[in-house]
């Protein structure tokens, strides 16, 4: 008997599964969520301006996709792709960070996401891209905030439900599960023979980081594969290409680029 690994992302999740209830799209699903871990975290912060700070990334991500798609003569004028775009942004900078780079970083995203594209598809990820590059031109700090850094650690819960729901609605748990197992299992294995500092990964916020980046950073739709054979291949990818930059140059950015490194390879196997 054959399997068909073919994901629909098309999944009803269990919360629209009760009568009544309105179907979403993936993507508002997820941008739904993210808005409440943002008001979570947001509201129980020793500094508010995180939350302001979602605002102006979402304002830039709605206006400049706007423009873009208006100049592309297309009917659709709003994006619900780049305000999650602008949201991640702003909940993985630092909540003091001020307006004009969170505004920055954010219109670098949405340009990348034009830009770089293969078969009408944005290659990379656009916060993860947006937010690397920022790095260089912003000297810009990375709290990821959103993913509870600042908070007690029961608050993960939160994080981990939100990122049950949304990994379960676009269907990429051989994905996340790929990549938080050779995650892990390779940050343990470094341990075990005092490779590197793998004891620091295993802290707040590198750990909050990781969660975070997995559920609503690796499960990007467009820049990820659907088949679960790939869904595995491309979760493993990512954490050792982490794993690796992390042993060369530590700091946070290492997840960003280890999941750019993992669309570059989707990219390139779109071409075969």
Same mark, same amino acid.
């Given at each position: 008997?054959?399997?068909?690994?073919?994901?629909?992302?098309?999944?009803?999740?269990?919360?629209?599964?009760?009568?009544?209830?309105?179907?979403?799209?993936?993507?508002?699903?997820?941008?739904?969520?993210?808005?409440?871990?943002?008001?979570?975290?947001?509201?129980?912060?020793?500094?508010?301006?995180?939350?302001?700070?979602?605002?102006?990334?979402?304002?830039?991500?709605?206006?400049?996709?706007g423009i873009i798609f208006t100049l592309q003569s297309r009917k659709k004028l709003f994006s619900d792709g780049g305000v999650i775009t602008g949201l991640i942004i702003a909940l993985?900078?630092?909540?003091?960070?001020?307006?004009?780079?969170?505004?920055?970083?954010?219109?670098?995203?949405?340009?990348?996401?034009?830009?770089?594209?293969?078969?009408?598809?944005?290659? /990379?990820?656009?916060?993860?891209?947006?937010?690397? *590059?920022? =790095?260089? &031109?912003?000297?810009? @700090?990375? +709290?990821?905030?959103?993913?509870?850094?600042?908070?007690?650690?029961?608050?993960?819960?939160?994080?981990?439900?939100?990122?049950?729901?949304?990994t379960e609605r676009v269907n990429k748990f051989p994905q996340v599960l790929a990549f938080l197992g050779g995650y892990f299992l390779l940050l343990l294995i470094m341990g075990y023979?005092?490779?590197?500092?793998?004891?620091?990964?295993?802290?707040?916020?590198?750990?909050?980081?990781?969660?975070?980046?997995?559920?609503?950073?690796?499960?990007?739709?467009?820049?990820?594969?659907?088949?679960?054979?790939?869904?595995?291949? /491309?979760?493993?990818?990512?954490?050792?290409?982490? *794993?690796? =930059?992390? &042993?060369?140059?530590? @700091?946070? +950015?290492?997840?960003?680029?280890?999941?750019?490194?993992?669309?570059?390879?989707?990219?390139?196997?779109?071409?075969?």
């Amino acid at each position: 008997m054959s399997i068909n690994t073919n994901v629909s992302n098309n999944k009803v999740s269990p919360i629209e599964a009760f009568p009544g209830r309105v179907s979403l799209t993936p993507k508002i699903y997820v941008l739904i969520v993210l808005l409440i871990i943002t008001a979570i975290a947001g509201t129980n912060s020793v500094d508010p301006r995180g939350i302001l700070n979602t605002g102006v990334a979402m304002i830039a991500a709605i206006l400049l996709d706007g423009i873009i798609f208006t100049l592309q003569s297309r009917k659709k004028l709003f994006s619900d792709g780049g305000v999650i775009t602008g949201l991640i942004i702003a909940l993985v900078l630092g909540s003091s960070t001020p307006w004009y780079i969170i505004a920055g970083t954010t219109v670098i995203a949405i340009i990348s996401k034009h830009l770089f594209r293969i078969n009408k598809k944005p290659i /990379f990820n656009p916060a993860a891209l947006g937010l690397l *590059i920022a =790095i260089f &031109l912003f000297s810009s @700090g990375q +709290s990821w905030w959103g993913s509870f850094t600042g908070l007690p650690v029961w608050s993960v819960a939160f994080l981990l439900i939100g990122g049950f729901l949304v990994t379960e609605r676009v269907n990429k748990f051989p994905q996340v599960l790929a990549f938080l197992g050779g995650y892990f299992l390779l940050l343990l294995i470094m341990g075990y023979y005092g490779v590197g500092q793998a004891g620091d990964a295993l802290r707040t916020p590198f750990i909050n980081s990781a969660l975070f980046l997995a559920f609503f950073m690796v499960t990007d739709l467009p820049t990820s594969p659907g088949k679960y054979k790939d869904q595995i291949w /491309f979760g493993i990818i990512t954490a050792v290409a982490s *794993i690796i =930059i992390y &042993l060369l140059f530590g @700091g946070l +950015s290492y997840l960003l680029i280890g999941l750019l490194v993992a669309n570059a390879w989707n990219a390139l196997k779109s071409l075969t």
